[in-house]
Structure formats: structure tokens, C-alpha cells
């Protein structure tokens, strides 16, 4: 089946600095690749996907990169802000799966004012 | 929509009872999954749904564990006997076609003493 590893699993960067949150996965089939935040006791929430016929996907201050050859996607927030502490899950999955997502370890993000 | 519900939100029983929990996912989405989130696992996939039907149950822990979606609008997942090791939060998700963003519920926190 699919493997995700997510690196790093802490990151601490300063109120402006940017942060960069990198996943590899496993299965060559895998096509599509969401990430989502999930700040303390609330739920997972998607804040942007990336498939696999395009290489890089920018919404505002967060962006994702695809390497398919090397499977590996990355996500980068710039200008980071205090309300971007939350810890960051990517994840993985192929359509003729259902979309049956794999999901990385997570990576605790604290911005510090 | 209301989005996903689940519930109780919190569970608290003894090891050796049954335990329920419920979730409705938001209307016209034809994919259901059960999520577990622990500190040691993350967040592993138990069981997805396709039109009620389920397809996949292969990260379902043991065969006390059960799932069932008997029609769009309900799915349970149950636990019997509970054991302490199976505290955890229990997310419910649903998305509308495979390879698209899944909306979690709020989860259920369930502790087993």
C-alpha cells in the first residue's frame, strides 16, 4: 500500500520568516495530493490540494510543489503569521482507490510572534 | 449543510462496554470514512464507504470493531468490548467523488477506562 513520510515533525519559525513542510510518498499511482490543517481540538481542514498533471498550485501566502519523478510535494507558507500554529498533515491517493487517502505524520508548525 | 456531524462529542465508559458513534455526512456525498487520530498512529483510516456500501475495512484494528451505513444520511461505528487502548478521537469524513477534498466532522474523544 502507500507510504507517506512527512518531514519535519516540529518546526518553529519567527512571525514573517516562511516555512516549508515536505512529504514523500510511495505508490507511483498516487495522483492526487491534499494538505490539511488541524489546529488544537478542532477538525482537519483542507487548505490546498495539488494533482498530479500540474506542478505547483499557489493560493495567497501557501503554496505546493509536485515532483512526480522524484515523489516528493512540499508545502511552503510565507509571511507566516501566529495564526498559522497548527499542525500540517500532507497526504496521498490514487482515484481508482476510491481517493482512499494515506496521510503523513504531521508536522507541528509554531510561529512565534 | 450543516457539514459533517458526529456524535457525542465526548465518551467516556468503562473497558468491556459497547460504544457507539454516529455520524451523518453532509447530503449528496457519496463517500464516507472513519478516521482514528492518536498520538502514537496519527491518523489512520479504518473503514470508507461508496453509496453505503463499505469497500474497504482493511485498517479496521480488530473484529471488535464494526462499521455500518444503513442508508446516505447515517453511518455507526461501533466498539464491543471497548479496551483502553482504543481511546482515541474518531473522525467521520465525507466527499463527493474520489480524489476530492474530505470534510471532517468535529470528532468524537473517546476514553476508555
Known amino acids: 500500500g502507500e507510504n507517506v513520510e512527512q518531514h519535519p515533525s516540529t518546526l518553529s519559525v519567527q512571525e514573517g520568516d516562511s516555512a516549508v513542510i515536505k512529504c514523500t510518498y510511495s505508490?507511483?499511482?498516487?495522483?492526487?495530493f491534499p494538505w490539511y490543517k488541524q489546529e488544537l481540538g478542532k477538525r482537519p481542514q483542507l487548505i490546498i490540494d495539488i494533482r498530479s498533471n500540474v506542478g505547483e498550485k499557489k493560493d495567497q501566502r501557501i503554496a505546493v510543489t509536485l515532483n512526480k519523478t522524484a515523489k516528493h510535494f512540499s508545502l511552503h507558507i510565507t509571511e507566516t503569521q501566529p495564526e498559522d500554529s497548527a499542525v500540517y498533515f500532507c497526504?496521498?491517493?490514487?482515484?481508482?482507490?476510491?481517493?482512499?487517502?494515506?496521510f503523513g505524520d504531521g508536522t507541528t508548525l509554531t510561529v512565534k510572534p | 449543510d450543516a457539514g459533517v456531524i458526529q456524535s457525542p462529542r465526548h465518551e467516556v465508559t468503562e473497558m468491556g462496554q459497547e460504544v457507539t458513534l454516529r455520524c451523518k455526512p453532509i447530503?449528496?456525498?457519496?463517500?464516507l470514512f472513519w478516521y482514528r487520530q492518536t498520538m502514537m498512529r496519527g491518523l489512520e483510516l479504518l473503514i470508507y464507504?461508496?453509496?453505503?456500501?463499505?469497500?474497504?475495512d482493511s485498517g479496521m484494528p480488530e473484529d471488535r470493531f464494526s462499521a455500518k451505513m444503513p442508508n446516505a444520511s447515517f453511518s455507526t461505528l461501533k466498539i464491543q468490548p471497548s479496551e483502553p487502548r482504543d481511546s482515541a478521537v474518531y473522525f467521520c469524513a465525507s466527499s463527493y467523488r474520489p480524489n476530492t477534498e474530505a470534510f471532517f466532522g468535529q470528532g468524537t474523544r473517546l476514553t476508555v477506562v
Open positions: 505508490d507511483s499511482a498516487s495522483n492526487y
Open positions: 464507504f461508496n453509496n453505503n456500501v463499505p469497500i474497504d
Open positions: 447530503s449528496g456525498h457519496d463517500y
Open positions: 497526504a496521498a491517493s490514487f482515484y481508482t482507490n476510491a481517493g482512499k487517502s494515506t
